[in-house]
């Protein structure tokens, strides 16, 4: 007979039931494996369905993992009572330079040697790289807008919170949804050299950046579109709401800054920014051609922490 896909709800709740890792060992990369096979059963039941990493898939599919062993661990699956998955190394981040994509944003480090901040707030790095053996390890943690962290990576190593209401992982796209939001809470997929953020929060010290798939919100100021080129720094870098480009390349195509718009910028020898006052200010940045400076755009989005956790208990 012909066998259809699993039905998405099924899926869904297979991956909750599991704690959103593999029932054995954990981690949070997986495939959806049938414990008696389909071949047998010729349905699709979330009872019989269970998640397992590729290699015990594989172990199971060559017969080295019997099935009483997968049908013990879906009863206790090892994230049950963890708050996180284990780590897990990625092993997709190979090249000589990273290319990240962050709310429409791209920039784009190609320093080996050195560790790359590529978004800081108030002086913490919520972004960066390392480079390793040819390997991009991408340091950074995710949170909700309760800053509960649901996502990290630590010199490569992605751990997942267990406590999110769905976590889902197709091919190198990692999507997780909370149960206040119709939107993903975090959209993030990997690439061979980097990664594309559309939809995550990054939290420091007094300050937050807020990515959505065509912006970046920092405390407010908006991003979109921009373009950074540079080696080891920083491309972004919110401090105390002054949004700092050091030494960057930076061709900005459209940027609302607490309500007042810049198009087309190319941002070399510019004098108007200098004029705006605090705390609407750019430091190190060098814009040109701002004689298209709107000053009556207001913001599109603005997102203060307090406005965020009202709007979510709304
Ligand atoms: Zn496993």
């Known amino acids: 007979m012909s066998r259809l896909a699993i039905p998405p709800d099924m899926k869904r709740q297979v991956r909750q039931r599991c704690g959103f890792g593999c029932v054995i060992c954990g981690i949070p990369f997986f495939h959806y494996d049938h414990i008696v096979e389909f071949s047998e059963v010729h349905e699709h039941t979330a009872d019989n369905i269970t998640l397992l990493c590729g290699t015990h898939h594989d172990q199971k599919t060559r017969g080295l993992l019997p099935r009483a062993i997968v049908e013990r661990a879906n009863a206790s699956p090892v994230n049950q009572n963890s708050t996180s998955t284990p780590s897990h190394r990625l092993m997709t981040s190979v090249g000589e330079a990273a290319n990240f994509v962050i709310g429409s944003n791209r920039c784009c480090t190609s320093e080996h040697t050195h560790y790359s901040p590529t978004i800081a707030i108030n002086g913490l790095i919520v972004l960066g790289c390392a480079y390793e053996d040819g390997y ?144 609407a200010r750019l430091n190190a940045c060098y814009f040109s051609d701002c004689t298209r400076l709107n000053l009556n755009s207001p913001p599109t989005i603005f997102y203060p922490r307090s406005q965020m956790h009202a709007s979510r208990k709304a």
């Open 136 to 279: 991009i390890l991408f340091d950074t943690d995710l949170y909700d807008s309760n800053g509960n962290r649901v996502l990290s990576l630590r010199r490569g190593e992605i751990t997942v919170s267990t406590r999110v209401m769905d976590y889902e992982q197709v091919g190198p796209n990692i999507i997780v949804r909370d149960h206040f939001c119709n939107e993903p809470i975090l959209d993030v997929t990997f690439a061979p050299d980097g990664l594309t953020l559309s939809r995550g929060l990054f939290m420091g010290p007094n300050g937050f950046i807020h990515v959505l798939p065509d912006l970046l919100n920092m405390n407010g100021l908006i991003v979109k579109k921009s373009e950074s080129l540079g080696a080891g720094r920083c491309a972004f870098n919110l401090d105390q709401r002054q949004l700092i480009f050091r030494s960057y390349n930076f061709v900005g195509h459209s940027m609302l800054l607490d309500g007042r718009q810049f198009e087309s910028c190319t941002f070399v020898g510019c004098h108007i920014l200098q004029a705006l006052e605090a705390p």
